[in-house]
């Protein structure tokens, strides 16, 4: 158990539709990162926050957000939803700026 | 663009066996990271390695970062079924975020 908790776990739902996906970091960790894995693309980086702010931006459309609570958790926006944004989305957090990750279990998500 | 490639893709290989996986970059990187992912499970930190020509053992597996620091290999000896995965590696740059390798998926049957 790496400590970040994501739900849900498994999220089926139809195009052009809206979902949100949330994520509880390890306990004291700062940074949360959020990855989109597919299978011809492998591990997609999408947007990190650190204590609450954006702290860099990799290849997330716009059709996605994301945001960080003061409670440090996190939520991911996905809408107007494609089939081609079906993909295992993980969260992970670390201590502060390093690098080192942990990640949560992911959240499946299938457009049908 | 920070791109790392990882060989081979695929590797299957009977348990006893020796083998090392690649990682490799035409950029530097602060630091490299080596994960292994189960099927429907998160990828789980394995080392890091940040000072170039730096060597980490974690018991049967040898990790090496490349004097440049733009590349990595990871050795794994006697290779046992519990080792199958979905070996990733990743860069972590200036900015915190890390950059990922598409994976080695290792196989290892007994």
């Known amino acids: 158990d790496s400590g970040v908790t994501q739900t849900p776990k498994h999220l089926i739902t139809a195009t052009g539709q809206r979902v949100t996906l949330r994520c509880s970091p390890r306990?004291?960790?700062?940074?949360v990162y959020w990855y989109q894995q597919s299978l011809d693309q492998g591990l997609q980086f999408l947007i990190q926050y650190y204590n609450g702010e954006e702290r860099a931006k990799g290849n997330i459309l716009e059709r996605f957000s994301a945001q960080q609570f003061p409670d440090l958790h996190s939520e991911l926006n996905l809408s107007s939803l494609e089939l081609g944004d079906s993909a295992l989305y993980f969260c992970?957090?670390?201590?502060?700026?390093?690098?080192?990750?942990?990640f949560g279990q992911g959240t499946r998500l299938t457009v049908v | 663009t920070q791109l790392l490639e990882q060989s081979p893709q695929f590797l299957s290989i009977q348990e006893g066996e020796n083998l090392t996986v690649y990682c490799n970059s035409s950029?530097?990187?602060?630091?490299l990271q080596w994960y292994r992912q189960e099927p429907g499970e998160g990828p789980v930190l394995l080392v890091t390695?940040?000072?170039?020509?730096e060597v980490k053992k974690l018991k049967r597996l040898t990790f090496q970062f490349g004097d440049a620091r733009k590349d990595s290999s990871l050795h794994i000896t006697a290779a046992q079924p519990g080792d199958t995965g979905l070996y990733l590696c990743a860069g972590g740059g200036s900015n915190y975020k890390l950059t990922f390798g598409k994976g080695t998926l290792l196989t290892v049957n007994p």
């Open positions: 992970a957090s670390s201590v502060g700026g390093k690098t080192e990750a942990f």
């Open positions: 306990s004291g960790d700062l940074s």
């Open positions: 950029s530097v990187f602060s630091s």
């Open positions: 390695v940040v000072t170039g020509g």
